[in-house]
């Protein structure tokens, strides 16, 4: 079984910068694509930030610029950071991850909140 931990969340000013991190452990020897999505209270869980294996990366146009995604493969772990941090950005954070073999596994989720 495979589980994933985040951590980094938590609360900053607008304009501010947070760095999110996800470590995915048990049963996993590789992925195919790990990401970030985001939900708010009344709208879906959208992505904000998505990378392959091979270090392809997507994000929405309202996070371009600001959020970058990387991943270390050995480790299989990935990372946010979120620079220039705005109140539209607050939401709960869930690490996701598409293990080479086996069914896709979510993250528990991580604050973040961005005051204006």
């Known amino acids: 079984q495979v589980q994933l931990v985040e951590s980094g969340g938590g609360l900053v000013q607008a304009g501010g910068s947070l760095r999110l991190s996800c470590a995915a452990s048990?049963?996993?020897?590789?992925?195919?694509?790990m990401g970030w999505y985001r939900q708010t209270p009344g709208k879906q869980r959208e992505l904000v930030a998505g990378?392959?294996?091979?270090?392809?990366?997507n994000y929405p146009d309202s996070v371009k610029g600001r959020f970058t995604i990387s991943r270390d493969n050995a480790k299989i772990m990935v990372y946010l950071q979120m620079n220039s941090l705005k109140p539209e950005d607050t939401g709960v954070y869930y690490c996701?991850?598409?293990?080479?073999?086996?069914?896709?596994?979510w993250g528990q989720g991580t604050q973040v909140a961005v005051s204006s």
């Open positions: 048990g049963s996993i020897m590789s992925f195919n694509f």
């Open positions: 990378i392959t294996r091979a270090g392809s990366t």
């Open positions: 996701y991850i598409a293990p080479q073999r086996g069914s896709p596994v």
